[in-house]
């Protein structure tokens, strides 16, 4: 079964759209891109790698795909990520908290489109989208049932979600 984001964002600027998926990790948000993409690790920190307490981005090898830093990320599949930052030269810039909330600031709509065609469940993927398009700056959630709840800021979707 396809794993979908607990709650999503989009957010339209001059320059960008923001897209943000919770409860998504690094890798299933890596890998909605094309794995060819060219790839720049800006930031990184973690724990559970080889001896160190704490591992940052001058610990790891350089990548220069996103397959390269995706299939790094398999094979340590113990490292715990706490911050990833990165740069996708032409496509934009994607970052992660705690291994579970992508953050995605996009240079085309096409692009943060693309993501939610991946991401959206498939029977509410249209209806969904629409809210997302209709509702910017808005933290949605959508349910089993197709159920959509707006919140107008993360600290609403964490009170009324943990």
């Given at each position: 079964?396809?794993?979908?984001?607990?709650?999503?964002?989009?957010?339209?600027?001059?320059?960008e759209v923001e897209l943000y998926l919770g409860e998504f990790s690094t890798i299933q948000g890596l890998v909605l891109f094309d794995l060819e993409s060219e790839f720049r690790l800006i930031s990184?920190?973690?724990?559970c790698y080889k001896n160190f307490d704490w591992v940052t981005e001058k610990e790891l090898p350089e990548f220069s795909s996103i397959r390269e830093i995706v299939s790094f990320l398999k094979?340590?599949?113990?490292?715990?990520?706490?911050?990833?930052?990165?740069?996708?030269?032409?496509?934009?810039?994607?970052?992660?908290?705690?291994?579970g909330e992508c953050h995605f600031k996009l240079k085309s709509k096409h692009s943060a489109l693309s993501i939610l065609q991946q991401v959206a469940?498939?029977?509410?993927?249209?209806?969904?989208?629409?809210?997302?398009?209709?509702?910017?700056?808005?933290?949605?959630?959508?349910?089993?049932?197709?159920?959509?709840?707006?919140?107008?800021?993360?600290?609403d979707y964490l009170s009324k979600n943990t």
């Amino acid at each position: 079964m396809k794993m979908k984001p607990s709650v999503y964002l989009y957010n339209e600027t001059n320059d960008e759209v923001e897209l943000y998926l919770g409860e998504f990790s690094t890798i299933q948000g890596l890998v909605l891109f094309d794995l060819e993409s060219e790839f720049r690790l800006i930031s990184f920190g973690a724990t559970c790698y080889k001896n160190f307490d704490w591992v940052t981005e001058k610990e790891l090898p350089e990548f220069s795909s996103i397959r390269e830093i995706v299939s790094f990320l398999k094979k340590e599949s113990d490292i715990s990520i706490v911050d990833f930052e990165s740069e996708l030269p032409g496509l934009g810039s994607f970052s992660t908290h705690d291994d579970g909330e992508c953050h995605f600031k996009l240079k085309s709509k096409h692009s943060a489109l693309s993501i939610l065609q991946q991401v959206a469940p498939e029977k509410y993927r249209d209806m969904l989208i629409n809210q997302l398009l209709n509702n910017q700056k808005f933290y949605i959630t959508c349910d089993n049932s197709g159920n959509v709840r707006k919140f107008g800021c993360f600290d609403d979707y964490l009170s009324k979600n943990t």
